[in-house]
Nanobody, 124 residues
Framework: QVQLVESGGGLVQAGGSLRLSCAAS????????MDWFRQAPGKEREFVAG????????GYVDSVKGRFTISRDNAKNTVYLQMNSLKPEDTAVYYC?????????????????WGQGTQVTVSS
């Protein structure tokens, strides 16, 4: 009943910025924690950032702290990931996911819904 669609990916030079969006449809996800994961070819999918349903609690993988900011607008059923000072190692497919509770989760298996992903490529 809930569909997640990512957008905003693209090609950017190192040091540039991108803003990813994850729009939910079908049924609201206001009570769900929301998270961003990423996966590069040949690598494991990793947690990037998460946010509680209220927006009051956020978490980030160490490699993006100070550069990425996650936020949500429950009225619009949308979660955002503002990515600044991008590095080539940020290159990956980025996925948004809804957790099974109201808090964010770093574990893939704790998510009920996943988007199809959006490609982010950072050139050196």
């Amino acid at each position: 009943q809930v569909q997640l669609v990512e957008s905003g990916g693209g090609l950017v030079q190192a040091g540039g910025s991108l803003r990813l969006s994850c729009a939910a449809s079908g049924r609201t996800v206001n009570f769900y924690g929301m998270d961003w994961f990423r996966q590069a070819p040949g690598k494991e999918r990793e947690f990037v950032a998460g946010i509680s349903w209220s927006g009051g609690d956020t978490g980030y993988v160490d490699s993006v702290k100070g550069r990425f900011t996650i936020s949500r607008d429950n009225a619009k059923n949308t979660v955002y990931l503002q990515m600044n000072s991008l590095k080539p190692e940020d290159t990956a497919v980025y996925y948004c996911a809804a957790s099974r509770g109201s808090y964010y989760s770093t574990t893939q298996s704790m998510h009920n819904y996943w988007g199809q992903g959006t490609q982010v490529t950072v050139s050196s």
